[in-house]
């Protein structure tokens, strides 16, 4: 892949941007790994407080096959249909403890604690105003990912159940390896999550999108993909209150940690294998956004004041 020739989201060049190199395994179906490929990907570096930050690689726009062809995987991922994803920025990791902590200013009641541990017991809700602080802070629009851009971003071009291939190894991922998908051997259960980054990444650069932990995306649940939009869109229409999460994690069998595989939950409640990741349609600053947030935070520091005095005033009228 020539990064010439990569449709890369508007902006980016604009920032500072590197490049990173990454090694890249392939298993058969006994959970052997064939092959070694060494690949590249850019990522842009957003420097949040304390010396944290927050890496986010280019995802080259494409055409997705999305869900499963009949016979295979759930009735949930049917039908198999092609989705045009358009570039974007996709989190190198899940959002970890540390990232959190940095913008929000407080711990949740992780399950599993650790700053390099992927946050936990997060909800919908949560990961939302996680996105729309971090924007407020950056003047960058995060937000979750979509569900199609969020299968696009974990097969990297792949068609296999998994970005490894045939199957997964809890060498490759933390997953109960007390359960085989295909003829590969037993592996074992760790009980808990894995720091973010500890396992080999997908052909595009992101890690831990197989396990570790379930993964918000940004839809409304709907039972199947009849009516699904084609083009990489958030879908939100006809649907009840539940919301999408993808990838599985270390608390499930490999079967649910496929690039097809998908979960549903209420938004408000965050179980403890739910976390999630961020996306970004472009590197533009958002100005009138970051400025309107400004003027929104001094408004309401300046708003009880303009009240008291009014009230003095109204007082001294008397
Ligand atoms: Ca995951």
Redesign the pocket.
């Given at each position: 892949m020539d990064s010439h020739f990569i449709e890369v989201p508007d902006g980016i060049e604009a920032d500072s941007d590197q490049g990173f190199e990454f090694e890249v395994v392939i298993v058969n179906g006994l959970g052997e790994i064939t092959e070694r490929q060494t690949h590249t990907a850019r990522q842009f570096i957003e420097h949040l407080d304390g010396g944290v930050s927050l890496e986010m690689v280019v995802i080259p726009g494409g055409t997705l096959l999305m869900g499963s062809p009949a016979g295979d995987g759930y009735e949930d991922e049917r039908p198999q249909h092609s989705v045009k994803v358009s570039s974007f920025l996709m989190g190198k990791y899940?959002v970890t403890q540390e990232q959190w902590e940095a913008v929000m200013g407080w711990i949740p009641p992780y399950r599993c604690r650790g700053a390099r541990r992927p946050v936990d017991r997060v909800s919908w809700d949560d990961a939302r105003e996680f996105c729309e602080r971090l924007s407020e802070r950056t003047g960058h629009g995060y937000r979750l990912p979509g569900e199609a851009e969020w299968e696009y971003a974990c097969r990297a071009r792949t068609t296999t159940p998994f970005y490894f291939g045939e199957t997964i190894t809890t060498d490759l991922a933390d997953y109960v390896g007390e359960y085989i998908y295909c003829s590969e051997p037993k592996g074992i259960y760790r009980h808990e999550t894995t720091e973010v980054g500890s396992f080999p990444p997908n052909a595009l650069g992101l890690y831990?999108?197989?396990?570790?932990?379930?993964?918000w995306c940004a839809d409304a649940w709907h039972d199947n993909y009849v009516g699904a939009p084609a083009d990489g869109r958030v879908w939100e229409s006809g649907a009840g209150s539940q919301r999408v999460l993808?990838?599985?994690?270390w608390h499930d069998p490999p079967g649910l940690?496929r690039s097809a595989a998908r979960l549903k939950h209420i938004p408000h409640e965050g179980e403890d294998f739910f976390?999630f990741r961020v996306a970004l349609t472009s590197l533009e600053q958002n100005s009138t956004s970051a400025i309107w947030h400004n003027r929104a935070r001094v408004n309401q520091r300046i708003h009880p004041t303009r009240l008291i005095a009014r009230r003095i005033q109204t007082w001294l009228r008397r």
């Open positions: 899940p831990d999108m197989h396990g570790n932990v379930w993964e993808r990838g599985g994690c940690c976390g």
